[in-house]
């Protein structure tokens, strides 16, 4: 590989002032914020693409309130069987599969069309499981139909990683340069932490309103909201064209062997930042259960109890918020290695002080402090991983690169929520078993941060652009016709004599 593909973004300018072959030449493509277009047509793309992220959250998130439910409809055949585990982890699983699948087909044949048919996948499968029906009113049936619909719903939300966030990343270059990250932000991270907030809001009305005399109808209508944010979504994504960038520098062949050269490392920094930041944050959630438990008293009513999980999920917001303009202030990698080093620190400070803040004397402390936390997660990792998973790599591939990035950190999150109960089990006492995971989770914040700041390249507001102009040069330093790349009768950019 050359020392320039070794160097990161250094040569961009320079390589967009050549008109050689090797080079790709680009001098005659005018820049995408160039387009003649409104404000809303250069807007709406972006929105349509990265919207559906919430149907990630509220469909992720409201599983959580349903078991609660269904354990308490059904004590002994569901909450003291698989059953209760099957249904809360089996969209890991398939979201896993959606992310590869999805990765695959927006890179090889249509970002436009694998959003579509995730967004179906995500809305039938929504309605299907809040209609879950077991033979003969079979409770087991029930809880059979359910976990396989949420495999199902799984494999949508996969989708919506690689299809829907790379087209919004490469949309997000018609935009107004300096705002390009934090609406790419504010339109995927946010819209996924909203979509958490409203799972535990929603649950908590319907408990009002049904009471817990009538959860029955209250868990499947929680479920069956879920159809509307994947529906309300279909038309604008009917309507989407291909990314421009993605008709430009599509490719029609893959040169493996090249695209691994050239990207293998950089996709391993990546993917370990991310496995390593959901392998932590998903540990970090057993906090909230020991404040809520010091406060509730374990006599609470269900509604409270979801009231406070929606407090819970709120702390991801001021963060998130203020996460995506510090992306466009100090950049994506700086800002992600700034929030992880500072949440893993905070997370020390949690540890070394958790006999006290787990007090019922200290909890309104131990709520400030661990809101703070989650917050800096949202500012850092939890904004910017997908942003650099999105932007470090070449339109043409970035389908892929983006799927094995996503892939890689929810496998993390399978991880951590087996590995950290073992730290704890194996823990001396009370105390430790509360210290120990999160002494264990807060370096490895550490170690992330340390990886973001030798191992990321710089992104700035116009990386997508610079690094097509890289890998094609590339390309053609290694006997690739780049001539072959672009949608045909496109009027792409391509190659002359």
Known sequence: MSSQAEEGYSEPKGLQEKTSVEAGPIADVPPLDDAAKGRWERSWPTIACGAGLFSDGYLNGVIGQVNTMLSTIYPDTYKNSPASQNVSAIAFAGTVVGMLVFGYTSDVYSRKWSLMISTIILFVFAALSAGSYGAHDSQYGLFAALTAYRFFIGIGIGGEYPAGSVACAENTGELKSGHRNRWFIMFTNFQIDFGFVVSAFVPMVLCLIFTEDHLRAAWRVALGLGVIPPLSLVYLRYKLNEPEEFDRERMHTFPIRLIVKFYWKR?????????????????????????????????????????????????????????????????????????????????????????????????????????????????????????????????????????????????????????????????????????????????????SAALAVFLLPQINQDTITDEDARFREFLAQNGYDVSTMGTPGHGARIDEE
Request: glycine residues 12%; positive net charge.
């Open 267 to 447: 996709l391993a920094a990546v993917c370990l930042i991310w496995f390593i930041y959901d392998f932590s944050s998903y540990s970090f959630g057993l906090y909230s259960s020991k404040w809520l438990s010091i406060i509730e008293g374990g006599n609470a009513p269900m509604w409270k109890t979801f009231g406070w999980t929606t407090l819970t999920y709120l702390f991801y917001i001021p963060g998130s918020a203020l996460g995506a303009f510090s992306s466009d202030w100090i950049g994506p990698k700086n800002t992600l290695a700034l929030g992880v080093f500072l949440q893993g620190v905070v997370g020390f400070i949690m540890s070394g002080c958790y006999k006290w803040l787990a007090t019922s004397e200290n909890v309104a402390a131990f709520v400030v402090v661990y809101g703070i936390f989650l917050a800096l997660g949202e500012f850092g990792p939890g904004d910017n991983i997908g942003l650099c998973a999105a932007k470090t790599s070449a339109t043409a591939i970035r389908g892929q690169y983006y799927s094995y990035a996503a892939a890689i950190g929810k496998i993390g999150a399978f991880v951590g929520t087996y590995v950290l109960p073992i730290v704890q089990k194996n823990a001396p006492n009370s105390i430790r078993s509360g210290q120990d995971p999160f002494f264990v989770s807060s370096s490895l914040c550490i170690f």
